[in-house]
């Protein structure tokens, strides 16, 4: 089974500044998909940035970008120039794929909860 | 076009009392799923459907359960609310595999 691990319950960081979110995950598949959401408090749940593992490069998204180290079981999420619509908690989440059982199935992390501060 | 479609927004039961929540897609997705969102612990997949007429059990299945008759709906029942089941529940649905899931707006469900 996969687990997916994120190790920063909160973090808060000045307008303007660039902020990581850390995520790891643990999966004996070689092909898989890994994803950043974003939930405002409107509950709403928005994708930010997605990542096939066998690309080497990282994806990108305007000011969202991923960190994606494969060996290390590794994605994390840059956001540079960080805005007070940013505030939101944060899922990194992974999905197996297809075919075969388990594609489609997002696997979560805890979520981390970022608050933008003026 | 809606997207997915999640009523109630609140719902307040009493323990062993049942209802269903609804959930409705208008993007033709093929695939549909249940999350339950708690604190500390991000979202787990309840039930899913590949298809109408196929479901199958996600990660915490007990307690609920769920048909698919249509394309666009995909009810999950709670049989006989108990205070565990107090969560945010999200529907979701995708247009095929590997693509990303749209998500419901959330039923926050408190059951006392």
């Known amino acids: 089974a996969q687990t997916v691990t994120q190790s920063q319950p909160e973090m808060s960081v000045q307008e303007a500044e660039t902020v990581t979110l850390s995520c790891t995950y643990d999966?004996?598949?070689?092909?898989?998909?890994l994803f950043w959401y974003k939930q405002p408090p409107s509950r709403q749940m928005i994708l930010v940035i997605r990542?096939?593992?066998?690309?080497?490069q990282n994806a990108t998204e305007n000011r969202f970008s991923v960190n994606f180290q494969k060996a290390a079981k590794s994605f994390s999420l840059k956001i540079s120039d960080s805005q007070l619509g940013d505030t939101a908690m944060y899922f990194c989440?992974?999905?197996?794929?297809?075919?075969?059982?388990?594609?489609?199935?997002?696997?979560f992390g805890q979520g981390t909860r970022l608050t933008i501060n003026p | 076009n809606a997207g997915v479609t999640q009523t109630p927004k609140f719902q307040v039961l009493k323990t062993g009392q049942s209802m269903t929540l609804q959930c409705a897609q208008d993007?033709?997705?093929?695939?549909m799923s249940w999350y339950r969102q708690d604190p500390g612990m991000g979202l787990r997949l309840i039930h899913y459907?590949?298809?109408?007429?196929?479901?199958d059990q996600g990660e915490v299945p007990n307690g609920y359960n769920v048909s698919r008759s249509t394309t666009e709906d995909f009810p999950l029942r709670l049989l006989s609310a108990a205070p565990s089941q107090t969560s945010v529940y999200f529907c979701?649905?995708?247009?095929?595999?590997?693509?990303?899931?749209?998500f419901g707006n959330g039923t926050r469900l408190t059951v006392t």
């Open positions: 979701a649905s995708g247009r095929g595999v590997n693509l990303p899931l749209h």
């Open positions: 999966t004996s598949e070689s092909n898989y998909y």
């Open positions: 990542q096939e593992a066998y690309k080497q």
């Open positions: 989440a992974f999905m197996k794929q297809a075919p075969g059982e388990g594609a489609q199935k997002l696997v």
């Open positions: 993007m033709n997705h093929e695939y």
């Open positions: 459907s590949v298809g109408a007429g196929i479901t």
